[in-house]
């Protein structure tokens, strides 16, 4: 966060962090109480209370309305630079990976339901060959392949379906995290 924390996330799609324009948190993450600002307190609060009162399943079904809280803090994203909302929503729970995620609303179809519910920006970064991808008129999210854009130096790299570093944008984009040392 923007006061010295480091927030571990985990991804499957390194290649799409230029693509992050927000962050979630799950409402029982510790770094919560640190982040929210003084005029977010009360509503936070609120919605952690109301998240405590369901269950995960209830709290991860996908065709459940997107709620969520703004903590009035920021993250800056490692790539680059840009400073990203920090978010608490109960579809991120404690319990997966490190309770807090990158937000890639171009690419995940449950991000881009709570960017455009709250009004949050979408930024494309895989873009299908032959087609233009706009974060401000996409009516869904991307999953496929294509090549990475909106992406400095990776601009242009092929971006496939295969998992890990089969795929030649999440090998290229995890040699050049862990050569910075901002990722492994």
Known sequence: GEGGDSIDIFTTRPDTLWGATFMVMSPEHPLVEKIV???????V???????????????????KEKTGV???GYAINPVNEERIPIWVADYVLM???????????AHDERDFEFARK???????????????????TMTEAYAGEGFMINSGQFNGTRATNDK??????????????EKQGIGK
Request: proline fraction near 4%; aromatic fraction near 6%.
């Open 37 to 43: 600002t003084a005029e977010n307190a009360q509503a």
């Open 70 to 72: 703004f903590t009035g």
């Open 164 to 177: 890990g570093v089969k795929n030649p944008a999440i090998k290229a984009v995890i040699e050049h995290l």
């Open 118 to 136: 709250f009004g949050l920006k979408v930024i494309a970064v895989i873009q299908p060959e032959g087609m233009e991808l706009n974060g401000n």
């Open 95 to 105: 319990s997966y990976g490190t309770g807090a995620i990158m937000a890639v609303p």
């Open 45 to 63: 609060s609120e919605y952690k209370a109301q998240a405590a009162n369901q269950t995960d399943i209830q709290r991860e079904a996908r065709d």
